[in-house]
């Protein structure tokens, strides 16, 4: 009676197994008819490869400063190449996502077929040489001790930002301070309103002053005397500015003060990072199990091979270790960025959607206020976001209104407030045209007597024009707007220009474009095309604060350690400078995983996960306005969470996998 039930106990368990084998193995493949709106998605990602691909083609011929009119079967080559492999990486990572597609099955059943037959001979060849069998056997429990420790180390906040304080804790000994000039425009910009508070009112006009490093036009400026800008947005600029004014007063150097605001921004890397990271890890979910061996695990984190990855590109990419101390305003909005991005990432993926709680909105409103504060961009990002987020998920609009809208509504009001009030002078709009002003000097270069008698009137009370042809460089718009320190070459008349000058800017610019479409497409390009090159080199790296003419000059810090700073720096530049490899220190090589990677989840109707894409793909587009071509800070929110997107990429393939398999059975 026993051995009958346990037979029939086994033939019903075999034919179980056979029919959930024949269900999963030989499931229906997933449908190739392509309907319209697959079709679209997949003009959309062929026209973000083609993108891609033709700025890695023109890039040989911008580095050289030539025109497109050179374009030749070289650059149709790197086009064809560099298109077909964006596509194609597209493509493979689409098909490994989906477990219907069937992609691995025949690679799976060929690494099956060769394990099968080489299986015998590495058993016979660990029977004769058995002192090498247990070396293989320590060297794979060695393996999966280290796996262990890793998970061990990272599975909490505080433990991910204790590594990171005692290696960028050790970074912050050896390199005290990282700025530029930017600091000192804001630090003598605060100078000069409290020495106005005291009753010293020095007359607008009298020698060159803040408003004329990043020229904003006289006619701008307030009747009332006022010497605050918001040039480096005014918040920062009050921070800034105030510690180091109390650093000059209480040790007569700015030198502590730039050690404690860069302390103070070290401190807010960790706690962005780590809490970002663990969540990263965790995909979010915080549920802890306990196993058999007495160890606490979850079974939703990330691998051991992940995270060392991902910590090794914090600790030691020079974006990263770089940025932790560098008093700018992108460092500063690339780490709230990073906070701001990993808190989303949490209410994307919580698994009670029903509410936030109260601790997450907090902190988004934080982060929200720290990125409006530290970058005039910050403000459009937050907008998009409101708009795409009420729209996605309005049931707890109660909770964005206070995140996001409430912070943006604050600081916009107290903004405008104080600008319409001639408390502080806003920024110059021609900040922002920087594209136009490239094109409009690459005419002027190239053919100043082209221009139109008509557009030369109009635009010859605004600019010197000859002036504008002959400071012309590809890749940087500051020399053009007359961006610089007393004895610069003034090409933008801003001290002359009226705001009746400026109603027919746009109007001329079109027309000049018309009679010279060429320059034009070359002043574009060569100005944006290194944001999506890998194999363009930055035209500013992180690298170049380290060790900069304005450091060498501080009365304290010139003179501690400064063969640190030169080396950090030649190493930086010299591993960036090595093909292919160089590309992970790069910003632009982040630029183009993101943008594939953001092509990936629009292929594969992931909607909830182009919520993530949007601000950075708006960062993108901040990227192309900016005045320079590949200027690397303007890459670092990018840079900072392309990892962290790689890594739920591949969640979310493993996720479909696992509900593929569960599927057939329930």
């Known amino acids: 009676m026993t051995r009958h039930f346990r037979t029939q106990k086994k033939r019903i368990a075999d034919s179980c197994g056979k029919v959930y084998e024949r269900r999963f193995t030989h499931a229906p493949r997933e449908k190739t008819s392509i309907t319209f709106m697959g079709a679209l998605r997949w003009i959309l990602v062929a026209v973000a490869c083609t993108w891609i691909a033709f700025c890695m083609s023109v890039g040989p011929i911008y580095r050289k400063d030539r025109s497109i009119r050179t374009f030749g079967i070289g650059n149709t080559i790197i086009f064809v190449l560099a298109w077909l492999c964006c596509m ?123 408003v004329d490093i990043y020229p904003i036009a006289h006619y701008m400026w307030p009747d009332t005397p006022t010497y605050l800008t918001n040039q480096h947005n005014i918040v920062l600029t009050f921070i800034y500015g105030g510690v180091l004014n109390l650093s000059k007063m209480w040790t007569r150097t700015i030198d502590l003060g730039l050690i404690v605001l860069s302390g103070t921004q070290l401190i807010f890397a960790i706690f962005a990072t780590s809490f970002t990271l ?23 984190s990330a691998n051991a091979e992940w995270r060392a990855v991902i910590l090794l590109f914090f600790i030691l990419n020079p974006q990263t270790l770089f940025t932790t101390t560098a008093l700018t305003k992108s460092p500063l909005f690339a780490w709230a960025f990073l906070w701001w991005f990993g808190q989303w990432f949490e209410v994307f993926n919580r698994r009670d959607r029903s509410h936030i709680p109260a601790s997450l909105v907090a902190g988004i409103a934080f982060t929200t206020m720290v990125m409006l504060c530290s970058a005039k961009y910050a403000t459009y990002i937050i907008v998009v976001q409101v708009v795409l987020i009420f729209i996605a998920d309005r049931k707890r609009w109660r909770a964005y209104l206070v995140a996001l809208l409430l912070p943006l509504v604050l600081f916009q009001g107290a903004l405008l407030t104080a600008v319409n009030s001639g408390t502080i002078i806003s920024g110059d709009p021609i900040e922002s045209r920087g594209i136009q002003l490239q094109q409009i000097a690459r005419v002027m270069r190239d053919d100043p007597l082209g221009v139109p008698q008509n557009v030369r009137n109009e635009l010859r009370p605004i600019f010197n024009l000859y002036t504008m042809g002959t400071n012309y460089s590809p890749n940087d718009a500051d020399r053009v707007k007359s961006s610089g320190s007393d004895g610069k070459v003034e090409t933008y008349k801003w001290e002359t220009v009226t705001e009746k000058d400026m109603v027919n800017f746009n109007k001329a610019w079109l027309q000049l474009g018309k009679t010279h479409p060429v320059e034009y497409f070359d002043g574009f390009m060569a100005k944006v095309y290194g944001y999506f090159d890998v194999n363009d080199e930055p035209y500013v790296a992180t690298s170049y604060y380290v060790d900069n003419s304005r450091i060498s000059e501080a009365t304290l810090l010139h003179s501690w350690l400064p063969f640190v700073r030169f080396i950090e720096r030649t190493i930086a530049t010299g591993f960036g400078h090595i093909p292919v490899i160089g590309w992970i220190v790069h910003g632009n090589f982040y630029v183009v995983a993101v943008l594939l ?40 929110p990018l840079a900072f969470v392309g990892w962290l997107m790689a890594l739920h990429l591949v969640h979310e393939a493993h996720q479909a996998y696992s509900h593929a398999r569960i599927s057939p059975v329930m």
């Not at 909830?608 to 901040?622: A, F, K, Q, S």
């Open 88 to 210: 194609g990486i597209v493509w493979i990572v689409v098909k490994l996502s989906r477990p219907k597609s069937h992609f691995l099955r025949p690679y799976l059943s060929w690494w099956r077929k060769v394990r099968q037959a080489c299986m015998p001979r590495v058993r016979a060849l660990f029977d004769r040489y058995p002192r090498f069998h247990r070396t293989m056997s320590h060297i794979r429990r060695w393996w999966m001790s280290i796996r262990t420790r890793i998970i061990f180390i990272t599975d909490r906040w505080w433990k991910i930002a204790l590594i990171l304080l005692i290696c960028w804790g050790i970074q912050f000994i050896l390199v005290p301070t990282i700025f530029a000039a930017d600091l000192l425009s804001q630090y003598n910009e605060m100078n000069r309103w409290m020495t106005s508070l005291n009753g010293t009112h020095v007359p607008y006009a009298d020698g060159f002053n803040v």
């Open 278 to 300: 663990h969540r990263c890890f965790t995909y979010a979910h915080s549920l802890r199990v306990y196993n058999p061996r007495g160890a606490y695990t979850n079974p939703l």
């Open 597 to 636: 990677m953001g092509c990936i989840a629009l292929l594969l109707r992931r909607w909830r996960d182009l919520l993530r894409y949007m601000p950075l793909l708006l960062l993108m587009g901040v990227m192309i306005l900016a005045p320079a071509n590949n200027f690397e800070r303007h890459m670092l």
